[in-house]
Structures are given as structure tokens and as C-alpha cells.
């Protein structure tokens, strides 16, 4: 059993990449070992955060010339499959943001080349370690809600991409969109309720310009064993941004809204928000991840999950719309 610190390569900086690099450094099971960044300003300046370490702007290079455990994929989703079997290959476990791929093959290939290198692969599923979901979660098995009849999935943006959230890919159509971006977590939440989706209808609306993403989604899903589900995004409207993941039942609703807000209702009750402890959600996700490298037992999403979760997003992307 490991019991030292599990030394980390991170490859990627950016929005989600250089959240989970602070997280790291300041989480006792692990030692950041070292980083790569396309960008040599962005991965030298991390470097240097995290006690001059080495850094790299070819993620080969760090794979072939640093001692690691466990490593971080932090880029955009079209680039995951080459550096995901690479990292594989060479007998790391691995921690990947989602979705998993770019595309379902994709997906499958890295799914299968984990089984067989037999490491921990995990997917950053943030939203799954928060508290606000655990509770909910927690009060749907005591039976708060009674027979759950409806989901309903919420993603209305006012700007997509954001304004934080400018870069090359996340407005494109190829591996970005809110689809793509947002709907996994809930696609994931969904799964972990109720189990597997059996069938998939869904409508998109796209902008004019043939290279950019999505401006709206209508779908339902069926699930193999549990409630309709039913999904409603857009873009580019007046409101605010509004994300909120709501569970209709016989005796009580359940709203998770904003990712972290949790809310709920009896009979004929308006929703008022529930107090739920302080976590740090991120921090919680490593603390399981690092169980299960040394233990083989930990709450991580795998990438069975992530491919389950890809599934479904290719099947919402294959718009009758």
C-alpha cells in the first residue's frame, strides 16, 4: 500500500486545470512533481508557484523524464484520447476532466486501454463530491421525495461561452458547447440516482455560423428504471444564468440550482433553500481518489462511468433539430 505522497504530473493550466493545480498543492496526500502547459508562461509560472519544479510545454517529455504516480489531463476535450492512452501506456493512473472524449470511439478505446493497464482512472465529476448534492441525494433514500414522477435538467445561460470563459474551443461546435460543457455533470448525477439511460430524443438549435456551437437543446431520456427526464437549455437570451437540477416526487421536490444552492419542498410547499455544510468539494474528490489509488476502495467516477456518460452526450448531439 502507497503511503507516501502520490507525486502528480499535471498536463494543462487553464480554467479547470489551474483550479485543480491549487488543489493539489494544497491536499496532504499529494506532491505536485510537475506540469505542462502549451503555453511555456503558464506552465513556467506554475511551476515556479509550486516550488520550482519542472516544467514542460510537450507532455511526452514529462511522461519520459519525471517520476509519477498519477497524472491530470486538464485539456480541451479533443486532445484527450492521444495523451489519455499515452499516460496509460506508460503505467500511470490517471485522472481525466470530462466529458471523457471527443467522440464515443474515442471514449471506448480509453475506457478499454484503462481496463488493461490495470491503474485507477478517474474522471473530475466536481459536482457529484459537492454537499448540496450529497444531501439531496442522502434525503431521496430516506424518502423525502416519495415516488419521484419527473428530473428535469435546467441550463439557461445568458452568455455561452461566458465571460470568463473566453478561449479558442468552448464556443466552437467541434468540442464545445454547453452540451458538451455542462450537461455531463447532470447526465452523471442522473446516472448515480437512477442508473442507465435507455433512450435518448433531442433537439438542438444552431446559430448561422457553421463553426459555432449550440444556442439550445430540448431532449428527454428514458431511463432502463426510474422517471422521465427531461432537458432544457439555451443561450444567448435575456435572464440570467440559471443551472438547477430539480426532482419532482409524490411527497416533496428537490432542487439542486447553481451547483451548490440546494432547495426543497413538501406538498404544495414553495421551495426554500437548505442549509448544507461547508465542504471543499474539490479536496474531497482527491481525498477519494488518493483511497483508492492506495486502497483499491474510494468513491471515484471511473471511466465506465465516463463512458456511459459519453453515451448519452453523443446521442443528445445527434439532433433530429
Same mark, same amino acid.
Request: hydrophobic residues 40%; glycine residues 10%; contains cysteine.
Given at each position: 500500500?502507497?503511503?507516501?505522497?502520490?507525486?502528480?504530473?499535471?498536463?494543462?493550466?487553464?480554467?479547470?486545470?489551474?483550479?485543480?493545480? %491549487?488543489?493539489?498543492?494544497?491536499?496532504?496526500?499529494?506532491?505536485?512533481?510537475?506540469?505542462?502547459?502549451?503555453? &511555456? *508562461?503558464?506552465?513556467?509560472?506554475?511551476?515556479?508557484?509550486?516550488?520550482?519544479?519542472?516544467?514542460?510545454?510537450?507532455?511526452?517529455?514529462?511522461?519520459?523524464?519525471? &517520476?509519477? @504516480?498519477?497524472?491530470? #489531463? &486538464?485539456?480541451?476535450?479533443?486532445? %484527450?484520447?492521444?495523451?489519455?492512452?499515452?499516460?496509460?501506456?506508460?503505467?500511470?493512473?490517471?485522472?481525466?476532466?470530462?466529458?471523457?472524449? *471527443?467522440?464515443?470511439?474515442?471514449?471506448?478505446?480509453?475506457?478499454? $486501454? $484503462?481496463?488493461?493497464?490495470?491503474?485507477?482512472?478517474?474522471? *473530475?465529476?466536481? !459536482?457529484?463530491?459537492?454537499?448540496?448534492?450529497?444531501?439531496?441525494? &442522502?434525503?431521496?433514500?430516506?424518502?423525502?421525495?416519495?415516488?419521484?414522477?419527473?428530473?428535469? #435538467?435546467?441550463?439557461?445561460? %445568458?452568455?455561452?461561452?461566458?465571460?470568463?470563459?473566453?478561449?479558442?474551443?468552448?464556443?466552437?461546435?467541434?468540442?464545445?458547447?454547453?452540451?458538451?460543457?455542462?450537461?455531463?455533470?447532470?447526465?452523471?448525477?442522473?446516472?448515480?440516482?437512477?442508473?442507465?439511460?435507455?433512450?435518448? @430524443?433531442?433537439?438542438?438549435?444552431?446559430?448561422?455560423?457553421?463553426? $459555432?456551437?449550440?444556442?439550445? #437543446?430540448?431532449?428527454?431520456?428514458?431511463?432502463?428504471?426510474?422517471?422521465?427526464?427531461?432537458?432544457?437549455?439555451?443561450?444567448?437570451?435575456?435572464?440570467?444564468?440559471? #443551472?438547477?437540477?430539480?426532482?419532482?416526487?409524490?411527497?416533496? !421536490?428537490?432542487?439542486?440550482?447553481?451547483?451548490?444552492?440546494?432547495?426543497?419542498?413538501?406538498?404544495?410547499?414553495?421551495?426554500?433553500?437548505?442549509?448544507?455544510?461547508?465542504? @471543499?468539494?474539490?479536496?474531497?474528490?482527491?481525498?477519494?481518489? $488518493?483511497?483508492?489509488?492506495?486502497?483499491?476502495?474510494? @468513491?471515484?467516477?471511473?471511466?465506465?462511468?465516463?463512458?456511459?456518460?459519453? *453515451?448519452?452526450?453523443?446521442?443528445?448531439?445527434?439532433?433530429?433539430?
Amino acid at each position: 500500500m502507497m503511503s507516501k505522497q502520490i507525486q502528480v504530473g499535471i498536463i494543462g493550466l487553464g480554467g479547470m486545470g489551474g483550479k485543480l493545480f %491549487h488543489t493539489f498543492l494544497a491536499h496532504p496526500d499529494f506532491q505536485v512533481t510537475a506540469v505542462c502547459d502549451t503555453d &511555456a *508562461n503558464r506552465s513556467e509560472e506554475a511551476a515556479k508557484e509550486a516550488g520550482d519544479l519542472p516544467w514542460y510545454t510537450d507532455y511526452q517529455l514529462l511522461l519520459q523524464e519525471t &517520476a509519477l @504516480d498519477l497524472v491530470y #489531463i &486538464a485539456v480541451p476535450p479533443a486532445y %484527450h484520447h492521444r495523451i489519455a492512452l499515452d499516460v496509460l501506456a506508460a503505467g500511470k493512473h490517471i485522472l481525466c476532466e470530462k466529458p471523457l472524449a *471527443n467522440t464515443l470511439e474515442e471514449a471506448d478505446e480509453m475506457r478499454e $486501454a $484503462a481496463q488493461r493497464a490495470g491503474v485507477v482512472h478517474a474522471m *473530475n465529476f466536481p !459536482t457529484y463530491y459537492r454537499a448540496a448534492f450529497r444531501e439531496l441525494s &442522502a434525503r431521496m433514500a430516506q424518502g423525502f421525495l416519495g415516488e419521484v414522477r419527473r428530473v428535469e #435538467i435546467t441550463t439557461h445561460f %445568458h452568455q455561452w461561452p461566458r465571460p470568463w470563459q473566453q478561449n479558442p474551443w468552448i464556443g466552437g461546435r467541434e468540442q464545445g458547447g454547453f452540451v458538451r460543457e455542462v450537461m455531463p455533470h447532470y447526465i452523471h448525477l442522473t446516472k448515480s440516482l437512477f442508473g442507465k439511460v435507455a433512450a435518448v @430524443d433531442s433537439q438542438l438549435e444552431y446559430p448561422e455560423d457553421p463553426q $459555432a456551437c449550440e444556442t439550445g #437543446i430540448v431532449a428527454t431520456l428514458r431511463l432502463e428504471d426510474g422517471p422521465p427526464v427531461l432537458m432544457n437549455g439555451v443561450s444567448q437570451i435575456a435572464r440570467k444564468e440559471r #443551472i438547477a437540477f430539480t426532482l419532482y416526487g409524490t411527497k416533496g !421536490t428537490l432542487a439542486l440550482v447553481d451547483w451548490s444552492r440546494l432547495e426543497g419542498g413538501g406538498v404544495g410547499e414553495e421551495l426554500t433553500e437548505i442549509a448544507v455544510g461547508p465542504t @471543499d468539494h474539490l479536496a474531497d474528490m482527491l481525498t477519494q481518489l $488518493a483511497s483508492t489509488i492506495r486502497t483499491g476502495e474510494g @468513491d471515484v467516477v471511473d471511466f465506465e462511468a465516463g463512458f456511459d456518460v459519453q *453515451n448519452v452526450l453523443e446521442r443528445l448531439l445527434q439532433s433530429r433539430g
